[in-house]
């Protein structure tokens, strides 16, 4: 199944889970989730999840996304969350996330809790203010989850939560993880990416969600996806032809006037 070229906008809930943007839940496999815009929901832009004892959620694919200011309510979630029993093979690439504290909630741009395995994260943009980039309660090895050629911005203090540490400089954690590596070579960027506002029409109202990279350059540092054996296809969330090498998250930079 693949869900794609949909909004989901200030979803709201009552109790302390759900109300999110998109999901994969219990027993999908071989699905995709792509070119899609959350923003402002109370849950989990997009979330990852099985709660089912067996091998049934696998082989999945979050790409080419936008998520901005979801987890308003709820901090135990984040941009895109991923966690649960026997998760397989997920790959996560080419996103962007733009999460924002929103008073005592400061939900990171990306959380991981137990249960997976040969999982991919590549070539995103995680972008905070006061909330951390990336949290995940299991400090996963190489092999199990691999983090490369992502961006990681934040305007306060930059940080990321792995297992029982907390490091923050990008320098310290691949050190200490061992993530952010492509064999011998360093991997990933903290570089500004500049982003600018993209308008967004719902219905009867207009809402600006920044995302989109304003410099002609882009976010520098992917890696080569189709070197490892990735085919992201051909074109960004906007539809616009992806360079060679693709820039970081899921939106190409504009071209010079």
Known sequence: MVIENNVSYANHTGSRSDGGGFGLDNNVSSSVLQYNLSFRNDGPGYLVYSAADNSAHKNNTVRFNLSGDDARKLSLYG???????????LDVYHNTVVQKANGSVRAPALRLQEGLSGA???????????????????????????????????????????????????????????QE?????????????????????????????????????????AVDLRSLGVDPGRVDYFGARLSLPASIGAAQPKPAA
């Open 181 to 221: 590596r492509l064999g011998s070579d360093p991997t990933g960027t903290s570089e500004d990416p500049c982003l600018a506002g993209v308008t967004v029409p719902i219905t009867n109202v207009t809402e600006t969600v920044t995302m989109v990279p304003a410099c002609t350059e882009g976010v520098t540092g």
């Open 79 to 89: 941009g895109i969350v991923a966690y649960g029993t026997r998760i397989k093979d």
């Open 120 to 178: 991919m994260v590549r070539n995103n943009l995680f972008v905070t203010d006061r909330a951390s980039l990336v949290e995940s309660l299991t400090a996963y090895t190489p092999a199990q989850v691999r983090f490369q050629g992502n961006g990681y911005f934040s305007t306060g203090d930059w940080q990321v939560r792995w297992g029982g540490g907390t490091y923050n400089d990008l320098g310290l954690w691949r050190t200490a993880a061992g």
